[in-house]
């Protein structure tokens, strides 16, 4: 049975490394990395993890088109929701400021259909995906206005992604806790 595990908490909260830890011993792991190189962190976590268990993972970096990336991997791991949803943003609106509500709604279908599509992937080959994302409704009001437009479209795509999760957890410290 396919399952889906959807990963919150603080930036430098442990999510990436309970991700690693979770997998460490699966083989032909695709670590889908949204940002444009993957922290020396990680990387170190993911060569400890590979050799220790004589496994390998495939790690992309600047990862798109992602229910094609995942096809022919049994686990993977979408790092992170978050920078996923920036670029997203970045393609399609020059003033985060002064965008419109249409053009917001925009944004948070397309990059929810994307995690949806990839997550429909995931279950047609009976994987595991591992979705991390950066937790932003436990922050006060931004009083900038553009940051304050990120946290609402990145705050209504988590919602729909852990909706869709078999799993949910809150990392704090390093410290996971599932909620769902």
Same mark, same amino acid.
């Given at each position: 049975? +396919?399952?889906?595990?959807?990963?919150?908490?603080?930036?430098?909260?442990? *999510?990436?490394? &309970?991700?690693?830890?979770?997998?460490?011993?699966?083989?032909?792991?695709?670590?889908?990395? +949204?940002?444009?190189?993957?922290?020396?962190?990680?990387?170190?976590?993911?060569? @400890?993890?590979?050799?220790?268990?004589?496994?390998? &993972?495939?790690?992309?970096?600047?990862?798109?088109?992602?229910?094609?990336?995942? *096809?022919?991997?049994? @686990?993977?791991?979408?790092?992170?929701?978050?920078?996923?949803?920036?670029?997203?943003?970045?393609?399609?609106?020059?003033?985060?400021?002064?965008?419109?509500?249409?053009?917001?709604? #925009?944004? #948070?279908?397309?990059?929810?259909?994307?995690?949806?599509?990839?997550? &429909?992937?995931?279950?047609?080959?009976?994987?595991?995906?591992?979705?991390?994302?950066?937790?932003?409704?436990?922050?006060?009001?931004?009083?900038?206005?553009?940051?304050?437009?990120?946290?609402?479209?990145?705050?209504?795509?988590?919602?729909?992604?852990?909706?869709?999760?078999? #799993?949910?957890?809150?990392?704090?410290?390093?410290?996971?806790?599932?909620?769902?």
């Amino acid at each position: 049975m +396919a399952k889906i595990i959807y990963v919150t908490g603080g930036a430098q909260s442990g *999510k990436a490394r &309970w991700a690693v830890n979770y997998l460490g011993a699966m083989d032909n792991v695709m670590y889908m990395c +949204a940002y444009d190189s993957l922290k020396k962190t990680i990387e170190g976590r993911i060569d @400890f993890h590979c050799k220790k268990n004589g496994v390998n &993972w495939v790690v992309q970096s600047d990862a798109k088109n992602l229910n094609q990336l995942v *096809k022919g991997h049994k @686990f993977a791991v979408l790092d992170n929701l978050g920078e996923y949803t920036n670029r997203a943003i970045k393609e399609k609106c020059d003033d985060l400021a002064n965008i419109t509500i249409e053009l917001r709604k #925009e944004i #948070e279908k397309q990059v929810s259909d994307e995690i949806t599509e990839l997550i &429909w992937e995931v279950k047609e080959i009976d994987g595991t995906l591992v979705i991390l994302s950066v937790e932003i409704g436990l922050s006060h009001v931004p009083g900038d206005r553009a940051q304050e437009n990120y946290r609402n479209i990145l705050g209504n795509i988590n919602q729909r992604i852990a909706h869709q999760a078999h #799993e949910v957890y809150l990392v704090i410290s390093g410290i996971p806790s599932k909620i769902k």
